[in-house]
Nanobody, 112 residues
Framework: QVQLMESGGGLVQPGGSLRLSCAAS????????MAWYRRAPGNQRELVAS???????NYADSVKGRFTISRDNAKNTVYLQMNGLKPDDTAIYYC??????WGQGIQVTVSS
């Protein structure tokens, strides 16, 4: 069974950058669309960005122009480059594939 593991979260000041990584086990990563979600305190989980097997991407309006999703099939990893971070980006970030596999989540805190 595929497992997903996020890394790269932490505390960053407003305007700063972080890059999240999500590594998948096994050798089927290339077959799945991948996505990043987040859940802020008191809010529902929301889709942040997604990428298809062919590399097509989609972003939430709130992160367009600031976040970039990418994938490296050779490394079984999907990335989320986050620039221009705002306090409203504070959340637990999750990666997921399109067959219902989720990572455990990683905290991103944007604060001065």
């Amino acid at each position: 069974q595929v497992q997903l593991m996020e890394s790269g979260g932490g505390l960053v000041q407003p305007g700063g950058s972080l890059r999240l990584s999500c590594a998948a086990s096994g050798n089927t990563f290339r077959l799945y669309n991948m996505a990043w979600y987040r859940r802020a305190p008191g809010n529902q989980r929301e889709l942040v960005a997604s990428i298809t097997t062919g590399g097509s991407t989609n972003y939430a309006d709130s992160v367009k122009g600031r976040f970039t999703i990418s994938r490296d099939n050779a490394k079984n990893t999907v990335y989320l480059q986050m620039n221009g971070l705002k306090p409203d980006d504070t959340a637990i970030y999750y990666c997921a594939n399109n067959v219902g596999t989720w990572g455990q989540g990683i905290q991103v805190t944007v604060s001065s």
